[in-house]
């Protein structure tokens, strides 16, 4: 069974800094895309960056950047220069390419907190 | 363009009692689904739709039931609210299940609690 896993529940930094948020994931499948979502206070699942596992190069939207390791299963997150609009829970998802259900499996969640 | 709109925004429900939460889209996606978020926790599918008139089970469908007569909408029924069912209900979309066309868009979500 695929699963995702973030293993950092909470994180802070101060505002215009750089955080990175972790997520492993678990799968036997070479094809599939991976996802990070950002939920704000508001609730609105917004998708923010989005990797596909055939691609090497890391995806980049704007001030956010991911560091893909297809061999060790990670996923991570950079966000560059953080504004105060990037507090939000933030989670990584994962889609099978063999997946009849089109299913996302969400991780668990990590809350961000950009300080002033 | 209003994406996915989900209706309504807050409810509270006793134990026993039975509603709808309302899912509209109008992006002519294929693929709908809806999840459940329950406190500290990411999402979990609860139903999913391929089109109109085809609908599925997913990891949580206990207790719940789906129709999907339209492209445009998929409601989510409730028939006999319990405690456990207490949770934030996202509805999403999508264009199709292959991998490139499957970005799925989310609603605002629903926050549902059965006292």
């Known amino acids: 069974a695929q699963t995702v896993t973030q293993s950092q529940p909470e994180m802070s930094v101060q505002e215009a800094e750089t955080v990175t948020l972790s997520c492993t994931y678990d799968?036997?499948?070479?094809?599939?895309?991976l996802f990070w979502y950002k939920q704000p206070p508001s609730r609105q699942m917004i998708l923010v960056i989005r990797?596909?596992?055939?691609?090497?190069q890391n995806a980049t939207e704007n001030r956010f950047s991911v560091n893909f390791q297809k061999a060790a299963k990670s996923f991570s997150l950079k966000i560059s220069d953080s504004q105060l609009g990037d507090t939000a829970m933030y989670f990584c998802?994962?889609?099978?390419?063999?997946?009849?259900?089109?299913?996302?499996?969400f991780g668990q969640g990590t809350t961000l907190q950009v300080k002033p | 363009n209003a994406g996915v709109t989900q209706t309504p925004k807050f409810r509270i429900l006793k134990i026993g009692q039975s509603m709808t939460l309302q899912c509209a889209q109008d992006?002519?996606?294929?693929?709908m689904y809806w999840y459940r978020q329950d406190p500290g926790m990411g999402l979990k599918l609860i139903y999913y739709?391929?089109?109109?008139?085809?609908?599925d089970k997913g990891e949580v469908p206990n207790g719940y039931n789906v129709s999907r007569s339209t492209t445009e909408d998929f409601p989510l029924r409730l028939e006999l609210a319990a405690p456990s069912q207490t949770s934030v209900y996202f509805c999403?979309?999508?264009?199709?299940?292959?991998?490139?066309?499957?970005?799925?868009?989310f609603g605002a979500g629903t926050r549902l609690s059965v006292l």
């Open positions: 999403a979309s999508s264009y199709g299940q292959a991998l490139s066309k499957n970005i799925q868009y």
């Open positions: 799968t036997s499948e070479s094809n599939y895309y």
């Open positions: 990797q596909e596992a055939y691609k090497q």
């Open positions: 998802a994962f889609i099978s390419g063999s997946s009849n259900t089109g299913k996302l499996i």
């Open positions: 992006m002519n996606h294929n693929y």
């Open positions: 739709s391929v089109g109109a008139g085809i609908t």
